[in-house]
């Protein structure tokens, strides 16, 4: 008989100590020091000069976007085990790449929106910290390779977001609206770090591609709290997406908070749940691919499904919200995007890359319609959907550039980027077998048709009275690049809608 083998010795504390690529996090700790820089200067600054804190904001924003340029060919990780240099905390790939890329572009839009104002119905120096807080949060996660990293991560990106939307002054709507959001991403919060601690209580690890490799060999006695952590791990990030049932929040949240924090939400909130999700199921948990597979194929039919129907009742009372018609329209848009994660689950190439230019195409103009919607406010502060009819009249560009947000929404030409972005997402439905889902994809759209195209006509309908079309106020001067940018980007990506595609194509795993 063999003696038994005494169990490795555990590294040294020196082995463990990290050197710290700076380039490679360099774009949220950009974010981060802009953060701690507007807060401090809110302190000295005098209310004459505190519109200085949106100007710092826009260029720490934009200093975030250029970091990622040196990043590029995506090939960057640090804080890496020295005994498994393939299990990193933080890895700067095409992935990690495109998503910050949609959190720098939704946030520094969303900032352009809110410039005129704060100060007036939101705090300057409180807003700014929150969103450039938020913002590197959100930007920190698609790094993140390990459960620890990830749910800090996604705290630091949720947490300024609850006091973002509570953040009107005096509105009883924004108080609820934020206490709403509060209480649903508390509850995921729990759900998900209860399934985190069951997962590492039965692997023993934190990273991702370690979790995946011990799950595939865990023991028999371990095998259903392995099982419950990632089914719980999974709800928790089904509430941060916005997924059925776990989506009434949205609704409420988005027309409470303040339009900018709305449309933020809208884009950057997802996509900080999607990534969590592809993070968790294609890295961590492909050994229980035949488990989320068909659970994520079914909620993305709910979430589509619920999502839509509830926008067509919006869509023939024109009393009702238009940010609610939004808010809704999200959440349909929510089930398409969870069509290639859940088809991520069967052999084949190409799924989470048919994600991102869902996600890149869906922030672009979603964060176009939400601009608009912020020009309408000013003269129209209810935002109801009747408030629309005419607009052509007195704001031609901006109902001509509405009106292409709706159609690329739609998938419509000559929305052309948002078609073909709709059939790479079919496209991955049908290559892995989900037909169903496909089938109930198309449906989807059809339906979504409907309200989309009534919205768009009534953009160039006469008024019913004399004064029913929106003023012709000029528009200010962010709000209106706001607007020509999300434009320009649309059109030049319906023009060549494969640059976003090869993009995406690049961000596989």
Same mark, same amino acid.
């Given at each position: 008989m063999t003696a038994p083998t005494a169990p490795a010795a555990a590294p040294a504390h020196g082995d463990l100590v990290q050197s710290v690529d700076w380039g490679a996090v360099a774009p949220p700790t950009v974010a981060a020091v802009a953060a701690l820089a507007v807060l401090v200067a809110d302190l000295f600054l005098p209310r004459a000069r505190k519109p200085l804190l949106a100007w710092t904001s826009l260029a720490g924003l934009a200093a975030a976007l250029l970091a990622l340029v040196p990043l590029r060919s995506g090939d960057r990780s640090t804080f890496c085990l020295t005994g498994a240099p393939g299990a990193c905390s933080y890895t700067a790939d095409h992935f990690t790449l495109a998503v910050q890329l949609l959190v720098f572009g939704g946030a520094l839009l969303t900032a352009l929106l809110s410039v005129a104002d704060t100060g007036e119905e939101l705090p300057a120096g409180e807003f700014w910290f929150l969103l450039l807080s938020s913002a590197a949060g959100a930007a920190l996660l698609p790094a993140a390779?390990?459960?620890?990293?990830?749910?800090?991560?996604?705290?630091? =990106?949720?947490?300024? @977001?609850? %006091?973002?939307?509570?953040?009107?002054?005096? &509105?009883?709507?924004? /108080?609820?609206?934020?206490?709403?959001?509060?209480?649903?991403?508390?509850?995921?919060?729990?759900?998900t770090l209860l399934g985190v601690s069951l997962v590492y209580a039965s692997t023993g690890t934190l990273h991702l591609t370690e979790v995946a490799r011990l799950l595939d060999d865990v023991p028999a006695q371990l095998g259903t709290l392995a099982a419950a952590g990632v089914a719980l791990t999974l709800v928790g990030f =089904?509430?941060?997406? @916005?997924? %059925?049932?776990?989506?009434?929040?949205?609704? &409420?949240?988005?027309? /409470?908070?303040?339009l900018p924090v709305a449309a933020y939400l809208s884009v950057v909130g997802k996509a900080v749940g999607f990534t969590g999700l592809v993070l968790v199921t294609v890295v961590a948990f492909p050994p229980y691919a035949d488990v989320w597979g068909p659970a994520l194929a079914v909620l993305a039919a709910l979430t589509m499904t619920a999502g839509n129907v509830a926008a067509l009742r919006q869509a023939p009372t024109r009393a009702r919200s238009a940010v609610r018609l939004l808010a809704w329209s999200s959440v349909g848009q929510a089930g398409y995007l969870l069509v290639p994660i859940a088809a991520a689950a069967h052999p084949g190439d190409g799924r989470i890359g048919a994600t991102v230019a869902y996600a890149l195409v869906y922030a672009v103009v979603n964060l176009g319609a939400f601009a608009v919607a912020a020009l309408v406010a000013r003269t129209r502060p209810a935002n109801r959907i009747a408030d629309y009819r005419g607009l052509y009249a007195t704001r031609p560009a901006a109902a001509l550039a509405l009106g292409f947000f709706l159609l690329c929404l739609a998938g419509l030409p000559p929305g052309v980027i948002g078609l073909f972005a709709k059939v790479v997402v079919f496209s991955a439905a049908v290559d892995a077998g989900l037909g169903w889902l496909a089938a109930v994809m198309g449906v989807n759209v059809v339906v979504a048709l409907y309200y989309y195209l009534r919205w768009t006509a009534l953009l160039f309908r006469a008024p019913d009275a004399p004064g029913e079309a929106p003023a012709g106020r000029r528009a200010p001067a962010p709000v209106a690049v706001a607007i020509a940018l999300t434009a320009s980007v649309g059109v030049l990506l319906s023009g060549y809608p494969q640059w976003v595609l090869r993009f995406a194509a690049a961000t596989l795993f």
């Open positions: 390779r390990d459960l620890a990293t990830l749910v800090v991560a996604l705290e630091v =990106a949720s947490l300024p @977001a609850f %006091a973002l939307v509570g953040l009107k002054r005096g &509105d009883r709507m924004s /108080g609820e609206a934020a206490l709403k959001f509060f209480l649903s991403s508390v509850t995921a919060t729990a759900v =089904a509430f941060k997406t @916005a997924a %059925a049932p776990f989506h009434f929040w949205v609704p &409420d949240t988005y027309v /409470g908070a303040p």
